[in-house]
């Protein structure tokens, strides 16, 4: 017995890797793709001038530590076999 075509742009169901809903299909991310974040380069002590500039470079660490941190909370998600290293500068 002849398959219909599919149409072009579909996905036959028989290719697809499971009838499951995504919502139970666990996600495996590649460690080559998903790096472990990277903190953010701390200013030297000199790198502020200390006038009150409306965007202080401390002020823009600061922010970039908080993302930062986040990041590496959802990475730690995604790669719970990474574990909770000591080595977590600033987190």
């Given at each position: 017995?002849?398959?219909?075509?599919?149409?072009?742009?579909?996905?036959?169901?028989?290719?697809?890797?499971?009838?499951?809903?995504?919502?139970?299909?666990?996600?495996?991310?590649?460690?080559?793709?998903?790096?472990?974040?990277?903190?953010?380069?701390?200013?030297?002590?000199?790198?502020?001038?200390?006038?009150?500039c409306?965007?202080?470079?401390?002020?823009?660490y600061?922010?970039?530590?908080?993302?930062?941190?986040?990041?590496?909370v959802?990475?730690r998600?995604?790669?719970?076999?990474a574990?909770?290293?000591?080595?977590?500068?600033?987190?």
């Amino acid at each position: 017995m002849a398959r219909a075509p599919v149409p072009r742009g579909a996905v036959p169901a028989a290719s697809l890797p499971s009838n499951r809903p995504l919502s139970t299909m666990t996600f495996q991310p590649d460690p080559a793709t998903d790096p472990r974040p990277l903190p953010p380069e701390e200013p030297l002590p000199t790198d502020c001038c200390g006038s009150g500039c409306p965007v202080c470079v401390l002020d823009t660490y600061t922010e970039d530590l908080h993302r930062y941190r986040a990041d590496l909370v959802a990475w730690r998600e995604r790669h719970p076999e990474a574990g909770d290293a000591a080595d977590d500068a600033g987190a």
